[in-house]
């Protein structure tokens, strides 16, 4: 268990309610309490509006109480609304300081912002209440990996592994930052978690262990073991999700649709900002889109912001009207009773919220991997900014995904024939993209980075209309933070290992292999 695991009541210091200090009288307390109560229970059950109602309720009858902002903060989170969370999650910790539950989660939530250094500074405040909460001490960790002091999450880690043998998500995190050699000395320590993995007392620790041992395995050779605990951990994560893969072929499938070749579409971009600062960088995950990040953000006039969800929360909100040829509607329907944005405010706002992540940048790097759904609507709102393909091999990408947690975020991992059948819809989809948008993009495929860096690196600076630097083939020194799970590769100089990586599988990738068959 984890902070993002832990249920929606904080071990925390309690807020004072009373008469005196709130104003309230004792029957609006009482209607507080229950309504707040109201809200945990909601929250737990996943009846998240709900929730959200009571908790409002809370909010109405006293503005300062703490609780209903945290849960609307998680309420947030739970929709990948990370922006909307940590305001959340602010403003709860503004009125109740010292509350180790919700700092870790305002944690969790500001690594998923890229905000390295605010949570390993809400980490410390954490920590600085209660010393010996382990999973503030992992969170803490994890921080430091995303820095760059690998050295620093080592330490922490390694105690941890010795302190909690049955607490695996240290090992977890650990097996990214080390390459196991046979008899080495964590050797005894993995074997060790191994043997008791039977006394691992829930499925996300039984997950994290999997995981890790798989990583263990597969580094010292044994790749049969390795892969049934690969196998494992992903049968653990797709127990009693509701997942059909059908919802995601009709959402690319759309996407076409909406955007068709030779649209009206194409040429209504008078609304949109002409800024040309964001570049965005898609691809399936694991396919190197954080090593094109890496490399562009050596360049001294490029930042690299990491995975925004800016431009999806500006589609989710925006009005874009039918052009006679097809009704281009928001992708998220969740918000009608919202009020929703014209297009062009959408868009200048988008290019504000993205130009302030470093102003004065010529280009500022957005990475966010699925931002391939939404190439569409990123033409009407930014026509003049560039996107990045990252392509690899189909089969080593798929391997790539199903041996890494992303802690539920990517259902279709879990499968290898589910994986197979997303990654040939996601390939068609770009293939579309490609057709209907030939200039905007450029594809970059990761076995030609890893043959020759440097002739890809100036490739795709050219691209972008920028001098060369040579300080992009040293990206591996760039200090800047990191928050995938290609934290370790883009702090190293390029390394060929993971070229054909699905060669030392043999039958077990048989069905990842017949779903590729379109596209192999």
């Given at each position: 268990m984890n902070g993002k695991q832990s249920n929606s009541k904080d071990n925390a210091a309690t807020q004072n309610?009373?008469?005196?200090?709130?104003?309230?009288?004792?029957?609006?307390?009482?209607?507080?309490?229950?309504?707040?109560?109201?809200?945990?229970?909601?929250?737990?059950?996943?009846?998240?509006?709900?929730?959200?109602?009571?908790c409002r309720q809370c909010i109405d009858i006293y503005p300062h109480y703490a609780a209903p902002f945290a849960v609307l903060g998680r309420i947030a989170y739970s929709f990948q609304k990370f922006e909307l969370a940590a305001t959340y999650f602010k403003k709860s910790l503004d009125i109740l300081p010292e509350v180790p539950g919700r700092l870790l989660f305002y944690s969790i939530v500001l690594s998923d912002l890229n905000r390295q250094e605010e949570a390993l500074d809400a980490i410390d405040k954490c920590l600085n209440i209660n010393p010996n909460l382990i999973h503030a001490l992992s969170s803490r960790a994890k921080a430091l990996e995303s820095l760059g002091r690998l050295d620093e999450a080592i330490e922490v880690y390694e105690m941890l592994m010795v302190d909690a043998p049955l607490y695996s998500m240290p090992f977890y995190n650990f097996s990214f930052l080390h390459k196991f050699v046979k008899g080495d000395k964590y050797s005894k320590t993995?074997?060790?978690?191994?043997?008791?993995?039977?006394?691992?007392?829930?499925?996300?620790?039984?997950?994290?262990?999997?995981?890790?041992?798989?990583?263990?395995?597969?580094?010292?050779?044994?790749?049969?073991?390795?892969?049934?605990?690969y196998l494992t951990a992903n049968e653990i994560m797709s127990n009693g999700v509701e997942y059909k893969i059908e919802t995601d072929f009709a959402l690319m499938d759309e996407c076409k649709v909406r955007f068709p070749k030779g649209g009206a579409w194409l040429n209504k971009t008078e609304s949109g900002c002409k800024t040309d600062v964001p570049v965005f960088i898609v691809g399936m995950p694991r396919s190197g889109t954080t090593l094109i990040e890496q490399i562009l953000a050596s360049h001294s006039v490029i930042h690299g912001a990491g995975e925004l969800t800016l431009l999806r929360k500006h589609v989710d909100e925006c009005i874009v009207s039918p052009f006679g040829d097809t009704n281009v509607t928001p992708l998220d329907l969740t918000n009608s009773k919202q009020f929703r944005k014209p297009l062009s405010q959408s868009a200048n706002e988008l290019a504000e919220e993205i130009i302030a992540k470093k102003p004065g940048a010529k280009h500022i790097v957005d990475k966010m991997p699925h931002n391939f759904l939404l190439l569409g609507y990123k033409h009407l709102f930014l026509p003049n900014a560039k996107v990045i393909h990252c392509k690899r091999n189909p089969i080593d990408t798929c391997l790539s995904n199903f041996c890494i947690q992303f802690s539920g975020k990517f259902p279709f991992a879990t499968d290898l024939t589910n994986l197979g059948k997303y990654y040939v819809a996601y390939a068609q989809l770009m293939e579309h993209w490609k057709e209907v948008l030939p200039d905007q993009i450029l594809e970059v495929e990761y076995e030609n980075v890893i043959d020759n860096v440097e002739f890809q690196a100036r490739r795709i600076v050219d691209f972008l209309g920028l001098e060369w630097e040579e300080e992009c083939l040293q990206f591996f020194k760039h200090k800047r933070s990191v928050n995938t799970a290609s934290f370790v590769q883009v702090r190293q100089p390029i390394y060929k290992s993971s070229v054909g990586r699905h060669e030392r599988y043999g039958d077990f990738l048989n069905p990842l292999i017949e779903a590729l068959q379109p596209v192999l």
């Open positions: 309610l009373t008469p005196e200090v709130t104003g309230l009288s004792g029957y609006q307390l009482n209607v507080l309490k229950k309504t707040m109560a109201k809200a945990r229970k909601a929250f737990n059950e996943k009846k998240y509006e709900l929730s959200e109602d009571s993995f074997e060790k978690l191994a043997e008791n993995i039977g006394s691992i007392g829930s499925d996300n620790g039984l997950v994290d262990a999997h995981f890790a041992l798989g990583k263990y395995y597969e580094d010292i050779g044994e790749h049969k073991t390795g892969f049934q605990h």
